[in-house]
């Protein structure tokens, strides 16, 4: 028998003998089995059963038998002798089975319970135990948000919440979004997030469109356009490009965020087109909406030769929050991938030279630096003094160890670095590599 079996067959016997226990004791009074001198029980003036909790803190069992002898269990398991990790799924067992008689009750004890664990691990900020509820609270996402709203487990309610976004965006994302106004701006990006990825099939059209009209609903402080983008679908019938873009010029002076939407899909049906026809498309256009328009296009793009054009229009439109975001990096990392790694370091000497280019920098020069070494230091010679000559050079460095184990090329690279105090940083890069691989200069 495995040893899982054998924790779910204690726990059985565990809980057929509280019964039994809790039977005798109602028969030959309170000096009976369960006696227990932490645990006082007492029978109230209605005849509902109360006992409280370590925390001094009354269970009333829904069901006036079941939900004590859960609570009595729950109490029972921290002295059987297990690890952490058995005790865990112990109590998971058990909160799962007595979320059915009484959510309220099991989610007051594991709120309760101690989260300590084996061998560290990543922290769960919603403990390991929360997460059992997630059935029960998607079954009646309105009972969970009762109990959210009314704060009725005080600071761990916001625990709770999470585990209840999750679950209610999942089975019922349209009960989520009319929350949204209720959750703390912490919550709602996330309570978006949750609703978009669960209309990802497209037999989820009808509730995404859905979805789309109520977060439209909301001021645009509150749902912005990128996210309100997300559950815009585009249209199968032929557009009228003409009138599309007439209606986001009207709506730049009106609502600025449904022109924001409509730029974006304007640039989606414009993604299969070259970079020159997009730049024709952004004329006209208010000032913030053609950004938008670019980065859908860009996006969507399946054109290698396109997205080097692309990305020049973004950097005219002054989009650098967009500019600096990891898949801008990978898409043009991709437009190498035809032999045109030269020219896309090329490219990149000419970028604008400020802190948010650097990450799409290095990553542009990277490939030619990993692909094609012998040509590229060759280049290197020739480029004019400066800040992306310099950190081309500390990228051919990092290239030689990481890639080619090339600790000479690396050397020449750093050697030929201008700033001092960028030379100092790259050599701790080499250090570093040092350290880690066992190397040594000699």
Avoid at 180 to 202: F, G, M, T, Y
Avoid at 324 to 335: D, F, G, N, S
Wanted: glycine residues 8%; aromatic residues 8%.
């Amino acid at each position: 028998m495995s040893r899982r079996a054998k924790i779910i067959l204690v726990a059985s016997h565990l809980l057929l003998l509280l019964a039994g226990g809790w039977v005798a004791w109602q028969t030959v009074g309170r000096g009976g089995f369960f006696r227990q001198e932490s645990a006082v029980v007492q029978q109230g003036k209605t005849g509902q059963t109360s006992e409280r909790d370590i925390h001094g803190k009354p269970f009333f069992a829904t069901n006036e038998w079941r939900g004590l002898e859960y609570a009595r269990a729950w109490k029972a398991v921290r002295n059987l002798k297990h690890t952490t990790q058995e005790r865990i799924r112990l109590q998971r067992d058990l909160l799962e089975s007595w979320a059915e008689a009484d959510l309220p009750a099991a989610i007051e004890a594991a709120l309760g319970e101690a989260w300590d664990r084996d061998g560290g691990g990543e922290l769960d900020p919603c403990g390991p135990l929360l997460d059992v509820f997630s059935a029960a609270l998607a079954k009646n996402p309105q009972e969970g948000w009762d109990m959210i709203r009314g704060r009725q487990f005080g600071v761990g309610t916001g625990m709770l919440r999470h585990v209840w976004m999750e679950a209610v965006g999942v089975s019922d994302p349209l009960f989520l979004a009319t929350r949204l106004a209720e959750l703390s701006w912490r919550d709602r990006a996330r309570a978006v997030e949750i609703c978009h990825q669960a209309v990802q099939d497209p037999a989820d059209a009808a509730t995404k469109a859905e979805l789309y009209k109520v977060l439209a609903s909301y001021p645009p402080e509150m749902v912005g356009a990128e996210q309100l983008m997300k559950f815009a679908s585009l249209s199968e019938e032929p557009v009228d490009l003409a009138g599309m873009k007439q209606e986001i010029i009207r709506l730049g002076s009106e609502d600025e965020r449904m022109a924001k939407v409509k730029a974006m899909l304007y640039g989606r049906q414009l993604a299969t087109r070259s970079a020159d026809e997009v730049a024709e498309g952004m004329e006209g256009l208010p000032e913030g909406v053609r950004e938008e328009l670019v980065w859908a296009a860009f996006q969507d793009s399946d054109k290698p030769e396109d997205v080097l054009g692309l990305a020049d229009l973004l950097i005219e439109e002054q989009a650098w929050g967009k500019l600096q975001r990891p898949e801008v990096a990978r898409l043009i990392q991709k437009a190498a991938g035809d032999g045109r790694a030269a020219e896309l370091a090329g490219w990149a000497m000419n970028l604008p030279t400020r802190v948010e280019m650097t990450g799409l920098f290095d990553a542009a020069v990277e490939i030619y630096f990993v692909e094609h070494p012998k040509p590229a230091r060759a280049w290197l010679a020739e480029l004019p003094p400066g800040v992306w000559r310099d950190r081309a050079l500390a990228a051919y460095s990092k290239a030689s160890l990481n890639v080619h184990a090339n600790t000479r090329a690396s050397r020449w690279a750093l050697n030929q670095i201008g700033d001092l105090r960028f030379k100092n940083e790259a050599e701790d890069w080499r250090a570093q590599w040092e350290r880690r691989t066992g190397w040594a200069e000699k």
